[in-house]
């Protein structure tokens, strides 16, 4: 009886420890810089983010829009991006991957959508990319799916939260200035 007992709260152990470990490291996730849309800061520092860009954190944006025409839609995002560029040491700027919109499901790819030509008028999906810069500039590139040829670019600007899966350090700069 004491063997299986034993054995019992091994194997609960050996089961709930990696759940754990997850939960544990999706609490360290914090924000280190959050800016209004012109990049005025509002929290954090923008010298924390850089820190921890640059003693490797990982890193994650969030943004989000309310609908001018119905201010009660919304959309919250959350993104890691591929690649993030320290710019002279304090603007921080972050490429996002692809994505493709699929406009049926939005609604958006009826004929007689309002919208409709800013998706190019005959798509049905649109992927797009965009860059997202700590002076809270969003700049969206929208592109065909299909065919790779370009629709538009919708320049935007919106408040964002930078945060880092560890806490910032003193840091130096990667490459030393060239003077």
């Known amino acids: 009886m004491m063997q299986q007992s034993t054995f019992l709260k091994t194997l609960l152990l050996t089961l709930a420890l990696p759940f754990a470990a997850t939960m544990a490291h999706a609490e360290t996730w914090h924000v280190v810089l959050q800016h209004d849309k012109d990049g005025d800061v509002i929290a954090g520092h923008n ?63 009826a004929a007689d959508h309002p919208r409709r030509e800013r998706f190019g008028g005959t798509e049905k999906a649109v992927s797009w990319r965009a860059t997202l810069k700590t002076d809270g500039s969003f700049n969206a590139v929208w592109y065909s799916p299909a065919t790779g040829a370009f629709i538009t670019r919708v ?23 060239v003077e």
């Not at 490797?56 to 919250?76: F, N, Y």
């Not at 939260?161 to 200035?177: G, H, I, N, Q, V």
């Open 155 to 177: 320049p935007q600007r919106h408040p964002m939260k930078w945060f880092a899966d560890c806490a910032p350090l003193a840091s130096e700069p990667y490459f030393p200035s």
């Open 47 to 109: 010298y924390g983010l850089v820190s921890a860009i640059r003693n490797g954190c990982q890193i994650r944006i969030g943004w989000g829009a309310r609908r001018s025409s119905d201010p009660s839609q919304t959309i919250e995002h959350i993104a890691t991006p591929v690649w993030v560029a320290v710019r002279n040491g304090n603007i921080v700027e972050a490429q996002l991957s692809d994505f493709v919109i699929n406009l049926d499901v939005m609604g958006e790819a």
